[in-house]
């Protein structure tokens, strides 16, 4: 069984990627990992260099190909990989889809402490990061809300998170 962890940038799935893979004792895949792997070149560096189209053709092919060759694994996926193509229904149908949801507060706090590292919101001012965030959010919801399961994120610990998620998908 492949768990894809879907959600706005900050909402946890990587973190919470490493605890379920490490509770389930599954392969880990985090498919910004794996584009960085391909390509050789950062997230950033991707989007600066070859723009945002190309980094989703990548996204698409390599969650292709995941679904494809893996059978057991905890998938990590990108905030907006969701939003793209017809990814939402691939996901889907080849996983057991999570949406891990924050609130626009939360992600706020997370994201200002990680704003260089993120291309999408590198360049908006801090104030006005809650208001994008909010705008995001609504846009992507009609996608993440299409996940088979949904876990609130606030105020819990990654394990707590882990923990949902293993009772929600009925696993050992």
């Given at each position: 069984m492949i768990i894809s962890l879907?959600?706005?940038m900050g909402s946890g799935?990587?973190?919470i990627s490493k605890v379920l893979s490490?509770?389930?004792q599954l392969k880990l895949i985090d498919l910004d990992k794996e584009i960085f792997l391909k390509n050789r070149m950062t997230i950033p560096e991707i989007f600066e260099k070859r723009g945002e189209i190309y980094f989703r053709k990548q996204e698409r092919l390599l969650l292709e190909e995941i679904f494809d060759t893996e059978k057991d694994c905890i998938l990590s996926l990108g905030g907006g990989t969701p939003a793209y193509y017809n990814n939402i229904e691939l996901i889907t149908q080849k996983s057991e889809s999570v949406y891990l949801r924050s609130s626009v507060k939360t992600l706020t706090e997370r994201l200002l402490k990680q704003k260089q590292k993120r291309p999408l919101i590198a360049k908006i001012p801090d104030e006005d990061l809650p208001e994008f965030i909010a705008k995001h959010l609504f846009e992507r919801?009609?996608?993440y809300g299409q996940a088979k399961y949904t876990v609130a994120t606030?105020?819990?610990t990654p394990e707590e998170i882990g923990d949902e998620i293993i009772?929600?998908?009925n696993l050992p």
């Open positions: 879907i959600g706005y799935k990587s973190h490490q509770k389930l919801q009609v996608f606030d105020a819990k009772a929600l998908i």
